[in-house]
């Protein structure tokens, strides 16, 4: 059955705590949701605030092949008339060819909040919905709360619904706005109003008790045609029902056609492009698209999912656009990295004794608390040491820091370090702002003459996190440095308890890795590095 979207990532999404778009986001954001054929884009309230009168305005920017934008309010104020209720008079002039507005059918709501007889409520329901009618705009009634309004007090939600239907609404929408509803009652409620009503029926929910996709699903099982949902889930509270999981569900899961099968495969994409708009991180867990989504770590389902990818994945990722990681770790067994490196076709470059050694310092190191998946630049120079085994640009011999700090001068580090490399042994000394930059210099200062290329290489990021606290400030301690020599970017990772020889670690893999590189380049060694460490 056609099942229509509804998204309201610009307008429900937005209440989310951590969210927040800008108009030209939204305006980016509704194209993107066009394209990948969502039915009905809810752009924001332009009787609450001026951003989303903004957005209205600017609407015609919008190059909308298949969605219909949709303005959201509510019904008028009761000491309103209808013509002069400045909140649907703002509804009509946002020019959109749908509206939804909300309406109380909860009696607490209304005795409590707007503190009106239920005669009064269901006038401002019938009034509202006819005049947006006569204005030739589409209705979608969202009856406020009515899972709980159901549930104290049956007849008054039903005669709300009752009111919209009869004054012309186009679909009557059912909110558990409370997201508080679990599966059996809400699966019931909505069977009574389809028993009732014959108008195309739609569901609305949160996640507060974490069920709101399920209660989507469970709406559409009763007879409910018309999903609403956010990208990624953002939305109030625990968030909206997340539309990426709706859809997929419903495609791939019930037999229904959303936004068809075709462009399901832009599922994975839009989610990611949402949330970078938003400037959060998608998170890895989100079923379907997340990176980690079809990620397998555990030994056993990597070599399982070698063999067949059905034995630990619901669905193959490349429907909705995601793909299948096998990640490295401890927690792995052999098949991880030779899967890695066969696909790249590296694995047959190497000895049985080098995959075998190859793999346990790989163990090792994560095991001492690597994380090589962050540390992209430190996993290929793994790689690239054990097809090269004889090439080692240098030896660190020693190296030694200080930082004084005297009165109210500014702190001096300095650091001399001695190397050996195949030119012989060469010691330098540098003063820097910090112990990392006087080590830095140092090391330049050694190699630079014999490969200049390395001045190129630059740190852009530093990351420092403590591995094992119960230690106090003798803890473990990771070090993520970021580098780029302007052509590309990595990451390398040191891991000691004592910071500064974490930091040095990261510093000379970083060194090393662009010394091999410049000796070979190497594309399947760059794919295999980068489909490794996608998304992170
Ligand atoms: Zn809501």
Redesign the pocket.
Known sequence: MRIHTFD?TLR?GT?GEAVSFTVDDKLAIAQKLDELGIDYIEGGWPGSNRRDQEFFARAGELNLKHARLTAFGSTRFAKNRIDRDPNVRALVEAGTPTVAIFGKTWDLHTRRALGISEEENLKLISETVRFLKDHGKEVIF?AEHFFDGYASNSAFALRALEAAQSAGADVLCL?D?NGGTLTPRLAEAVAEVRRRFDLPLGI?T?NDADLAVANTLAAVEQGVTHV?GTINGY??RCG?ANLCSIIANLELKMGHTTIGADKLSNLASVARFVAELANLPLPGHLPYVGKSAFAHKGGVHVSAVLKEAATYEHVPPGVVGNRQRVLLSDLSGRGNILYKLKQHGIADRLSEDARRELLERIKHLEFSGYELEAAEGTFELLVREALQPGLHFFEVVNFEVSTKVDGNSPPRSTATVTLQTPQGVHTATAHGHGPVHALDLCLRKCLSPLYPSITEVRLTDYKVRVLDSKRGSAAKVRVLIEWTDHRRSWTTVGVSDNVIEASWRAMTDAIRLELMRLTEHDESIDRAVEDYCWGV
Do not use: Y
């Open positions: 309201t429900d209440q969202d909110c706005t609305h949160h609403q939305g109030e909206n």
